[in-house]
């Protein structure tokens, strides 16, 4: 069983800047698509970036493009994903979800294409 871990949200000012990591257990991370979705109150979780399972791939929602960069390192079983120019509209509990992969360099933006999640890590964005 795949376990993810995020950690790194808290409370930030619009404008500033904020890392949020994924670790990861479980043998084999490099075969595994990763993903950052977020929600906030009230609404649906929304896809938010995803890496292919060589980081050679990404994909991101257009509310984030050019702000938010999302990237993996296979080495320490951890997905990435920095975040600049924050809004306050940024603001959620962000997760990230992984999914098996065992050929292509494929990305991936439903939930419905992820079949583990972490229990997620609450950003806040004060305007």
């Known amino acids: 069983q795949v376990q993810l871990v995020e950690s790194g949200g808290g409370l930030v000012q619009a404008g500033d800047s904020l890392s949020l990591s994924c670790a990861a257990s479980?043998?084999?991370?490099?075969?595994?698509?990763m993903g950052w979705f977020r929600q906030a109150p009230g609404t649906a979780r929304e896809f938010v970036a995803a890496?292919?399972?060589?980081?050679?791939?990404?994909y991101y929602a257009d509310s984030v493009k050019g702000r938010f960069t999302i990237s993996r390192d296979n080495a320490k079983n951890t997905v990435y994903l920095r975040m600049n120019s924050m809004k306050f509209e940024d603001t959620a509990v962000y997760y990230c979800?992984?999914?098996?992969?065992?050929?292509?360099?494929?990305?991936?933006?439903?939930?419905?294409?992820?079949?583990?999640w972490g229990q997620g890590t609450q950003v806040t964005v004060s305007s």
């Open positions: 979800a992984s999914r098996l992969v065992l050929f292509g360099s494929h990305t991936y933006s439903r939930t419905d294409d992820y079949d583990n």
């Open positions: 890496i292919s399972r060589n980081g050679g791939s990404t």
């Open positions: 479980g043998r084999s991370f490099s075969t595994w698509a």
